[in-house]
Structures are given as C-alpha cells and as structure tokens.
C-alpha cells in the first residue's frame, strides 16, 4: 500500500532537536477489517529510539477505540486524547519496534477520522513529537468511497455550459444598465464621492463612463466597494463597456462564524479573512473564541481564563495550569500553532479597527451555559489560588453526583445556573468586551451567548438546582436554561448590549419568556431545518416566536461539512456533504415560510475540529463561502449554477496570485467504446491519471478531454484514478472502477 508522508506543522514549530537527540523515530499508521460498519482495526508501528518512553499519545474523534487484547492499556484522557501504555516501553531499545493495534467503532472513511498528533511520551513527562506516515484512505480497498467518477463526468459537461461576462462578480450587482460605448479604465484609480443612496446604508452607485470609474457611498463603505470593484475588475486598465451600476445588499447581516477556540487562527491570519469577507460582501464576523476546549481572549480582571484556557498539552498535573490536549497539538502547551494561543487585548483592538475599516462588525461569542468546560476549569482554579468560590460555575462532582455526556463527548462542560459564578463571569465579560470596543472607537453589536447543546440530565443531581426550581417554580431542565438566558441576557441589556444566541435560546419556550427575552435579541442562528411534532422546522418555529432569524442552516451553510463523498476531502459529514452551489440555493424565502419574519440574515459556519492550519480555514472558505455570500446579497435568484461555476472560475487566478488555498471541483471519468474520457470544470487545468491502483501526482501522464486512452493497452487494469491539477493546487482523487 502506499504511503503519504506527513510531517506536521507543529513538529517544525516545537523543539524538534529532541527528536534529534533521541535518534529517528517515526510512526506509521494503517487500518484494516474496515468493510464492516460495526468496527475496524487500526495498527500503530513506532520505530526508533525508544529508550525512557512511558507512553504514545495522541488524538483522535471518539469512537469507543479499545486495545486489541490485554497487555496493552489505552487510556483516554479526555475525549479525543488518548495515551497508548505498554510494558514494552520498560524495556524498549535504542533502535526499537512496537506494534500497536486498537478497535474503534465504525468504519473509518475519511482524513479527519485518522489519529493525529502523535506524540511520546518520556518518564520524565516530557513530550516529544513524532513523525507520522498513514496508509492512503483512498486506496484503500475497504473505503474507496469516491468511486463517482461517472457521475462527476455528467456534473461536469452540466457545468461547463456557463458563461460568466465582465461585469459578472460574486455577489453579483442588483442592475448594470449599459449606456453606450466603452471606456479604458484603471481599477486601481477609483472616484468616490461621500453620497448616502437611498434608505439602505451599503447602498452605492458605480459610474462607468469618459474613462473614469466613479463611486458615490456613503464614505465608511468605500473601502469595501473598492475591494469589491478591484476583485471584480482586476487591478490593471481595461475596456468597460458604459454602465450604471445600482447595487445594495438584500439582508443586512451577512455572516461568517470562525471557530478559534478548537483550533486557533492567529491574528495576523484574521485579518486576511477580513480582507476576503469585505471582498466578497460578508459585513458581520461572528467570533467564536470560547468552547470546551479553550478561552482565547484576555479578560484583565480575569487572568485565568486565558492562561489556563488559551493552551493545551498533555495531562496538567497537580496545579492543572492549562487544558488537556484535543484535536491536535504535541502534548507541549508553550507551543505555537493550533492547539495554543490566545487574543490579548491589543490584538482584539486592532481587529476591531480593521475589520470596521472594512465595514465589518465583530459579535463575539462567550459559550454558556454548555459548551464550558474551558472557563469552568479556570474559574477553578482560580477559586484554588484566591479562596474566592464566588466564581465557581459549577458545584464540582463531589457535590453535583450528576452524569452527562454532551454532544462532544464532555461529561464536565456545563455551568450551573443556581449558582452566582455563571452570572459574575458573564457580567465581568461583558463590562470587559464593552471597554476594549470603546477602546477601538466601534460599536458593539451584541454578545453571543451560545446557549446550544446542553445534554440531558445536567442538572438532575445539583442541590443548589434544587433549590432554585423550589425558589422560581421551575419544572424542566428547560425552564432552568430559559431562568439562565433571561438572567443574562436582562443584565446586558441594562449595559445597552444586544443578545444573540443559537437556535436553543429561542425555541419552543413560553409566551411570556418569549414577549420578555426577544426584544433584547440581536438574532437567532437557526442551524437546523428538522420539523418537530408540529411539522414547523426550527426557522419557522423561532420566527412565529418573533425572534430576528439568522439563517444558518447546516445543509446550505456549514462550511466545516466535507464538500463531496472522498477519503481525501478534509471536514465532517455528519449532516451530508456541501458544497458552493448549496449555498447558492439557500433562498432566505424558501427556507422561512413564516410570512412577516423578520429574517435579517444569512451565515456561514466554520467549525474547526479538523482545522490544522489557515489553509485548512482558507479551503473550507472557497468557495463554498461564496454561494452564501450571493444568496445574502440577493434574495432573489440570480446566476444558473452553471453560470455561477463560469463566475467562480474567474477567481481561481486572484486565489493563486494572492496565495489563497482553495478547493478545486474534481474531474470526471466515463469509459465509453473500450476508452477512458476525463472532463474538468476549469478550462485551464489539467487531469493527470493513473490505471495501476496508485494514486495520480503531479508527475502521473496527463488525461486532455479530447484524448480519450484506449483501455485495451491496459488489459489488467482495474480501477481508473484521476486528480486535477492548477497552477497552485490539486484536487481530491477520484476513482472509477473499470472491471
């Protein structure tokens, strides 16, 4: 089988001269008995140095992994972050092998399932990182899932009857009104005048004509139109036909969610999200830096909540000064990358001011009561250090007997509302986030305080729970959340800030909580579309409550989702596959049917479990950001997927230029009279092959579209591969079986 080789970023980041010192050491990693979907086997072969090894950690999605037999332990230190334990280490050698094998539930199909992060282990608890090299999933006999090369074919000839003019951009404008001959213009030099168009705030008008491109808006939106007109144009002169361009956006809250607490994205790297938010008409960045799994803003009054929140690695001992590691990382919590960091309030700052520059509103998310594992630790701790228990979220286990295990696996993340701490932190984020947004001289739009996924029976076993349903004559665990949500949300508003929260904030409640709480909301983020007894879906359920609706819906929205079925296709696929044309067709009137809702918005989410680096965040954005950020500047239909797919080719060259990582659409295989066709969406790029099992690279014989290759030379062959290949990118494989 063949093998990829992958270094990780982190090794090349961290002190990688103790590797060194100890000699080559390496993991591989394969998977087997995977064509059931009850379970699979997964082998781990360490070789090397493995003298003063105590353990093999590393991390890995839950699935009820447990060692084959019984000398060997596998200890699961949080969900996702697990430690092999062996006798063997004892009396492991300098030039040494181990083998490992562990079942896990499930079959294993995709990159984002494998255990990442390897790291050892020493007697001294010291960590060292290792290299890693994995079994290819796409040639795995057992999971090649991405055989639909023949339907990507006829995708592919559906695609390529678009066509996509000069004045065609994403989002598209509302009019274009030709006036006659044509003008040489230089995008680079544009005319504003300070001129407010109509009622809508970001509305403008474009004038094309006498060689000159001139824009009247309101000044705080010039920055963003001349983004929008040199991303369209180009930045070079050119011939334009005459034209008045009448153009506004159609919802005022078009969103992007980046999620950096599960995997950091560095200030420096935000603001190059910015940039490409403002390009593509995105005016609102939800910030989401608190979760279970880290607290990456500073907050001066409380310092713990950063330092022990902001960093990850393996076990925290005694003083528990930092979180244990998930999703990745080498065990070490001084190291850079995605597993550690935080925003200090000078970058939060600066942020501010530079998306504002771009007409950018930043609500941040504070997560509560669930999804809160990361601030319960540190409050903590702090109550530890200080013997103040005022800021205590919860009761701790030995008072609260309750066990509950949420939606990522966490049997310790939600805070108590009987208890005063909960509240005290929310006030204490609040006064903070209200002075560092003063400080940047721009408004703060609301506070996003989660409210999602609190797991069944989390309160059943709290006697400060207890008597508070006894005190507020409340019945059901949500007649505790609603207690909580209005609290807080009652609290800000005295402070003059908005509420915002996730679809749980709002559903099903009563009249009463519904009359008292949606006044003071920003938006509802409405994720999902499942109908309840009532046959109303969630949107339409929170919008007949008379909440403001933010359509996020995970089927059209969900940038985090795999684009397409493939071993190779990094994200999760837990609520199907999405790609940029589902964005497309996620019309605000099709998905609320509730008529008079007041729908103020589309967003996109990216959650970053399998986020690794910001090529990983920059590919799950294009360009299936870019179907969302049409669909919220026109409600309306606008292109034809095919003429959208034409739209979205003119910015593959921008992308390479400005070193943005993107997803390439695969190419297409059919076999027809004895020969293998092979079809692209992008006129310039090229397919490359391969009809002996391997996987294509850059160096495997290039399929042109108008050279079919007669299969009769390859008579043993079995299964056809292709991958394309840009300038600066290449696609998933594909593969289409031939006998």
Not at 96 to 117: C, H, M, N, Q, W
Not at 286 to 291: G, L, Y
Request: aromatic share 8%; charged share 20%.
């Amino acid at each position: 089988m063949k093998k990829l080789l992958l270094i990780g970023a982190l090794c090349a980041l961290t002190a990688c001269s103790q590797k060194t010192e100890r000699g080559d050491v390496a993991v591989e990693w394969d998977v087997t008995n995977n064509d059931s979907t009850y379970s699979n086997v997964q082998t781990i072969r360490l070789t090397g140095d493995l003298r003063g090894v105590s353990r093999l950690a590393f991390n890995q999605f839950p699935r009820g992994q447990r060692m084959e037999g019984t000398t060997d332990t596998l200890i699961e230190i949080v969900p996702g972050y697990y430690a092999i334990g062996s006798p063997a280490f004892a009396s492991a050698g300098a030039n040494d092998t181990l083998v490992f094998k562990y079942v896990a539930k499930g079959k294993l199909g995709i990159v984002s399932e494998r255990p990442d992060a390897f790291h050892l282990v020493l007697t001294d608890g010291t960590t060292v990182p290792v290299v890693a090299e994995y079994a290819d999933l796409a040639i795995n006999p057992t999971v090649d899932n991405a055989c639909n090369a023949d339907e990507i074919y006829a995708r592919n000839e559906e695609l390529a009857a678009g066509n996509a003019g000069v004045y065609d951009g994403i989002p598209s404008f509302k009019n274009v009104s030709f006036t006659g001959g044509e003008s040489t213009v230089n995008p680079a030099e544009i005319e504003f005048t300070d001129e407010q168009q109509g009622n809508n705030p970001e509305a403008y008008k474009v004038t094309v004509a006498d060689g000159r491109i001139m824009v009247a808006a309101p000044r705080h939106q010039w920055a963003r139109i001349g983004l929008r007109l040199r991303n369209t144009f180009g930045t070079e002169p050119l011939s334009l036909p005459n034209a008045v361009i009448t153009d506004e956006p159609s919802l005022p809250h078009r969103g992007l969610m980046l999620d950096i607490a599960r995997n950091f994205t560095s200030p420096e790297d935000m603001q190059t999200v910015l940039d490409l938010m403002a390009t593509y008409g995105l005016n609102v960045l939800h910030f989401h830096p608190t979760d279970d799994e880290a607290w990456r803003i500073d907050i001066a009054a409380l310092p713990e909540l950063t330092e022990v929140g902001s960093r990850r690695g393996y076990t925290p001992g005694a003083d528990g000064s930092f979180l244990e590691q998930i999703y990745s990382g080498d065990g070490n919590p001084a190291t850079p990358g995605s597993s550690n960091g935080r925003y200090t309030r000078a970058d939060f700052v600066n942020m501010l001011r530079y998306a504002d520059s771009l007409g950018i509103a930043v609500i941040p998310e504070i997560e509560s009561p669930g999804h809160a594992r990361a601030a319960i630790k540190a409050m903590a701790i702090r109550a530890e250090r200080t013997g103040d228990s005022s800021w205590l979220l919860n009761e701790g286990a030995a008072v609260d007997t309750a066990r509950y295990t949420s939606a990522q696996g966490y049997h310790d993340n939600v805070m108590n509302p009987a208890l005063e701490g909960p509240y005290k932190l929310m006030d204490a984020v609040a006064d903070e986030l209200l002075s560092i947004y003063k400080e940047a001289g721009v408004e703060l739009p609301a506070i996003h305080i989660g409210g999602d996924e609190v797991p069944h029976g989390s309160w059943s076993a709290s006697p400060a729970i207890m008597e508070l349903k006894a005190k507020e004559g409340l019945e059901t665990e949500k007649d505790i959340h609603a207690y909580f949500v209005r609290r807080v949300a009652d609290s800000f508003a005295k402070k003059g800030i908005k509420t915002a929260g996730w679809q749980e904030v709002a559903l099903d409640h009563s009249d009463e909580y519904n009359k008292t709480v949606a006044p003071e909301i920003y938006g509802i983020n409405c994720w999902s579309t499942i109908p309840s007894g009532t046959g109303m879906g969630v949107v339409d359920r929170v919008a007949s409550a008379g909440y403001p609706v933010i359509l996020s819906n995970v089927e059209r929205f969900y940038l985090d989702m795999q684009y397409a079925p493939g071993a190779d296709e990094r994200g999760l696929k837990w609520a199907g596959w999405s790609d940029e044309f589902c964005g497309l067709s996620g019309y605000a009137g099709e998905l609320c049917n509730i008529p008079g809702a007041k729908v103020i918005g589309v967003q996109g989410q990216i959650f970053s479990e399998t986020i690794r680096n910001f090529g990983d965040v920059q590919r799950m954005m294009f360009p299936k950001m870019l179907g969302m950020a049409e669909r919220g500047w026109n409600t309306q239909k606008t292109y034809t997927e095919p003429d959208f797919k034409a739209a979205v080719t003119k910015e593959l060259p921008k992308w390479d230029i400005a070193a943005v990582t993107y997803r390439l659409r695969t190419p297409g295989l059919k076999v027809a009279d004895g020969k293998l066709y092979g079809n692209t969406p992008y006129p310039t790029a090229v397919i490359r092959y391969t009809l002996d099992g391997t996987l294509p690279d850059e160096n495997s014989p290039v399929l042109n579209p108008d050279e079919p290759v007669d299969l009769a030379a390859y008579p043993d062959a079995t299964v056809a591969r292709a991958r394309l290949y840009s300038s600066t990118q290449a696609s998933a494989p594909v593969a289409l079986r031939l006998k």
